[in-house]
């Protein structure tokens, strides 16, 4: 069956790098001796699995460290073990995973002679007002500060597999961010982003890697001719209903292909409802402005030989694949609840839900082998629901249930506390 195969597949990823956690924990100064009770791979199956759940606590995660070590941990304990080292051995664990070669590549876009093609972008999460000083979030002059988290992602859609993650205050804007993959390039890369990544000195850096990019254009950014100079009246030039491409000059210098492509009547004219709904005055909404929202405007590099006009078009409508990750992220695999928890265990929770990802995007095969293909939503919240029962079904059925009766017998009663319950109190005759 095929959810048997995702599970097996998953589970065979999770063991194979078990063999270098007690090495990263101790780079990481994690941990300094032999664990006695909450070693380093018990550790991160509580943050992957605990991310994963529907609620979460300190003391469902330390059931959950018992549960797999077959022994009892308090909330307190485990508690403990969450700070700055606990974050750097699973940041540690998520580097060593992006680390290994991948397992296949796609074809089809291979054929456009690419190194990589990688896809960036970003989503962010509201967290718990009390993580504002370190990961600050909006705030206006009616409203204090709250907390947000924007998590930055680089994934290879040739590969299929995550390049890179960062977990960043939601007040550093994806612009801000636009020169973090150039370290990560290499030459022949194509680079492909949204707007919000638009800066003429990210996209320099790219080209002195010998790497291509493929961006929307932003309205406002001066275009000028190849010869001479002179500044393009970019509405003038576009023709009214076909594709069109021309070699402009970025107000650097630097020359590029500006693409364009018609949009649907009804497309554009929704476009021009929200411009006009828009009350940002940082924004030109003049006449030019409107005619210009009928058009996508890519800028590239890339020369026509090796990334065609038609071509173009269809490569950047594929950046719908990182938005699909994101959406099984939040919707199928716990994001929005980690994000739910403060301190350390929020930061361990979304690291393990990270690294998590990782392996699940690792374990799925590519497109062109899968039969029949696969939703990554739907395999997303398969996983999320019965990654678990898979994993405990490892153990015997008689040592499954006496791990399970003494983890009830030691979370599932009440704390030590100077206040009576009310059982107690019924039971003095006292209720």
Same mark, same amino acid.
């Given at each position: 069956?095929?959810?048997?195969?995702?599970?097996?597949?998953?589970?065979?990823?999770?063991?194979?790098?078990?063999?270098?956690?007690?090495?990263?924990?101790?780079?990481?100064?994690?941990?300094?001796?032999?664990?006695?009770?909450?070693?380093?791979?018990?550790?991160?199956?509580?943050?992957?699995?605990?991310?994963?759940?529907?609620?979460?606590?300190?003391?469902?995660?330390?059931?959950?460290?018992?549960?797999?070590?077959?022994?009892?941990?308090?909330?307190?304990?485990?508690?403990?073990?969450?700070?700055?080292?606990?974050?750097?051995?699973?940041?540690?664990?998520?580097?060593?995973?992006?680390?290994?070669?991948?397992?296949?590549?796609?074809?089809?876009?291979?054929?456009?002679?690419?190194?990589?093609?990688?896809?960036?972008?970003?989503?962010?999460?509201?967290?718990?007002?009390?993580?504002?000083?370190?990961?600050?979030?909006?705030?206006?002059?009616?409203?204090?500060?709250?907390?947000?988290?924007?998590?930055?992602?680089?994934?290879?859609?040739?590969?299929?597999?995550?390049?890179?993650?960062? #977990?960043?205050?939601?007040?550093?804007?994806?612009?801000?961010?636009?020169?973090?993959?150039?370290?990560?390039?290499?030459?022949?890369?194509?680079?492909?982003?949204?707007?919000?990544?638009?800066?003429?000195?990210?996209?320099?850096?790219?080209? #002195?890697?010998?790497?291509?990019?493929?961006?929307?254009?932003?309205?406002?950014?001066? #275009?000028?001719?190849?010869?001479?100079?002179?500044?393009?009246?970019?509405?003038?030039?576009?023709?009214?209903?076909?594709?069109?491409?021309?070699?402009?000059?970025?107000?650097?210098?630097?020359?590029?292909?500006?693409?364009?492509?018609?949009?649907?009547?009804?497309?554009?004219?929704?476009?021009?409802?929200?411009?006009?709904?828009?009350?940002?005055?940082?924004?030109?909404?003049?006449?030019?402005?409107?005619?210009?929202?009928?058009?996508?405007?890519?800028?590239?590099?890339?020369?026509?030989?090796?990334?065609?006009?038609?071509?173009?078009?269809?490569?950047?409508?594929?950046?719908?694949?990182?938005?699909?990750?994101?959406?099984?992220?939040?919707?199928?695999?716990?994001?929005?609840?980690?994000?739910?928890?403060?301190?350390?265990?929020?930061?361990?929770?979304?690291?393990?839900?990270?690294?998590?990802?990782?392996?699940?995007?690792?374990?799925?095969?590519?497109?062109?082998?899968?039969?029949?293909?696969?939703?990554?939503?739907?395999?997303?919240?398969?996983?999320?629901?019965?990654?678990?029962?898979?994993?405990?079904?490892?153990?015997?059925?008689?040592?499954?249930?006496?791990?399970?009766?003494?983890?009830?017998?030691?979370?599932?009663?009440?704390?030590?506390?100077?206040?009576?319950?009310?059982?107690? #109190?019924?039971?003095?005759?006292?209720?």
């Amino acid at each position: 069956m095929i959810p048997s195969a995702h599970l097996s597949r998953f589970l065979n990823r999770l063991r194979a790098h078990a063999p270098c956690l007690t090495e990263l924990a101790r780079q990481t100064g994690f941990c300094r001796r032999k664990a006695r009770k909450l070693s380093p791979r018990l550790f991160l199956l509580s943050c992957v699995f605990q991310a994963l759940q529907p609620s979460t606590s300190l003391r469902l995660q330390a059931l959950l460290v018992g549960l797999f070590g077959g022994f009892s941990l308090s909330k307190q304990a485990f508690h403990k073990r969450l700070n700055e080292r606990s974050s750097a051995f699973l940041q540690a664990c998520i580097a060593t995973v992006l680390a290994k070669p991948a397992r296949k590549e796609l074809g089809a876009l291979r054929n456009a002679s690419f190194g990589r093609v990688l896809l960036h972008d970003s989503t962010c999460v509201t967290l718990a007002a009390c993580e504002a000083g370190r990961f600050p979030g909006p705030a206006n002059q009616r409203s204090r500060a709250q907390a947000g988290l924007r998590l930055q992602l680089i994934y290879d859609l040739l590969e299929e597999r995550m390049v890179d993650s960062r #977990l960043t205050p939601f007040t550093r804007n994806d612009q801000a961010a636009a020169s973090d993959i150039v370290p990560l390039l290499r030459a022949e890369d194509l680079v492909v982003r949204d707007l919000g990544y638009f800066a003429q000195k990210a996209l320099a850096e790219i080209a #002195l890697m010998q790497a291509f990019f493929l961006t929307r254009w932003r309205y406002g950014s001066h #275009l000028r001719e190849v010869d001479g100079g002179a500044p393009i009246d970019l509405p003038a030039r576009l023709p009214k209903d076909r594709p069109f491409e021309m070699e402009v000059l970025l107000s650097d210098g630097h020359a590029v292909r500006l693409l364009a492509f018609p949009l649907p009547g009804a497309v554009a004219n929704e476009r021009r409802r929200k411009a006009r709904a828009d009350r940002d005055k940082r924004l030109h909404h003049d006449e030019q402005y409107y005619k210009l929202l009928g058009w996508t405007l890519l800028l590239t590099n890339a020369p026509r030989a090796r990334l065609p006009l038609r071509a173009a078009a269809g490569v950047y409508r594929l950046r719908w694949r990182i938005e699909i990750i994101f959406k099984a992220w939040k919707s199928h695999l716990g994001l929005l609840h980690a994000s739910k928890a403060s301190g350390a265990q929020m930061l361990a929770l979304v690291l393990g839900l990270l690294l998590f990802c990782v392996l699940l995007h690792e374990s799925m095969p590519a497109e062109a082998d899968a039969s029949p293909s696969f939703s990554l939503l739907k395999v997303a919240q398969f996983m999320a629901l019965y990654l678990l029962p898979a994993a405990l079904a490892f153990l015997s059925a008689d040592e499954l249930a006496a791990r399970l009766h003494a983890q009830l017998l030691y979370h599932g009663c009440y704390e030590k506390r100077a206040r009576k319950t009310h059982f107690q #109190l019924k039971l003095f005759g006292l209720g």
